[in-house]
């Protein structure tokens, strides 16, 4: 039925509770319509940080660093100083990252060939480390394992990566251990994951550089 109210007039009528609504936001807001048949609208007030922003599509990556014991020292495992990536300048193990459907065993295998050209075998679990690095912008959790060579008599690390190391050699866990009191620019600095392995101590940790291991 016909009424002498204009259109415009219904029009605003029916703006006007959406208009009220937009009043009360606070400027800089960030606010989600939807329709009618979507699950939900959303509306947040919350500004993100630069860093939240930079941050919002990156994940989690996983990490397997290798335990390698020296085919001629059992009480020592291989390290090397990490170059040209991010911590760079610190003392870090043979390892990388875990590729898609690869196993922690896989991965440790295949990193450990291609930094070490060393064959291992007896692949075990050690520990598991929460590694986030905020200034690089970067989060890992790292599965720690254990390896051991396969022909220990031949055996012999060599640096299949100079641009991503500066070369290996052996240290026992009282070694590592000291590095955490690090003092002075000269002295040895833990990669992040590994620093964290060694203050944890979980107990295979010390099952590996026990004498009967």
């Known amino acids: ?4 109210e204009s259109l415009d007039t219904r029009l605003n009528k029916k703006r006007t509770p959406l208009l009220n609504i937009l009043h009360i936001i606070p400027v800089g807001a960030h606010i989600t319509f939807s329709t009618m048949d979507e699950k939900e609208t959303e509306t947040t007030s919350e500004a993100t940080t630069p860093l939240e922003s930079s941050n919002k599509h990156k994940h989690v990556r996983v990490g397997v ?8 020292n059992p009480q020592k495992v291989l390290a090397g100083m990490r170059k040209g990536s991010h911590g760079s300048g610190t003392l870090a193990l043979p390892g990388g990252h875990l590729e898609m459907f690869e196993s922690w065993e896989e991965c440790a295998v295949r990193e450990v ?6 064959d291992i075998h007896k692949i075990k679990l050690v520990h598991v480390t929460n ?11 790292t599965v720690f394992v254990r390896g ?8 012999k690390p060599q640096n299949m990566e100079p641009h991503k190391c500066e070369g290996w050699k ?5 070694e590592l251990e000291e590095f955490l009191s690090a003092t002075t620019p000269s002295d040895p600095r833990l990669f992040g994951p590994l620093k ?3 203050e944890e101590q ?3 940790l010390k099952v590996l550089f026990s004498l009967d291991n």
Not at 1 to 4: L, P, Q
Not at 148 to 155: L, S, W
Not at 170 to 174: P, V
Request: net charge negative; aromatic share 4%; glycine share 4%.
């Open 131 to 141: 590694d986030p690095m905020p200034n690089e912008g970067k989060h890992y959790v």
């Open 202 to 204: 979980p107990p295979a």
């Open 1 to 4: 039925r016909h009424t002498s």
């Open 196 to 198: 964290r392995l060694v």
């Open 170 to 174: 052996s240290y026992s866990l009282q």
């Open 113 to 118: 060939k291609e930094e070490t050209n060393l």
């Open 65 to 72: 660093g290798v335990l390698v014991k020296d085919p001629t």
């Open 148 to 155: 051991e060579c396969i022909d220990p008599a031949t055996a």
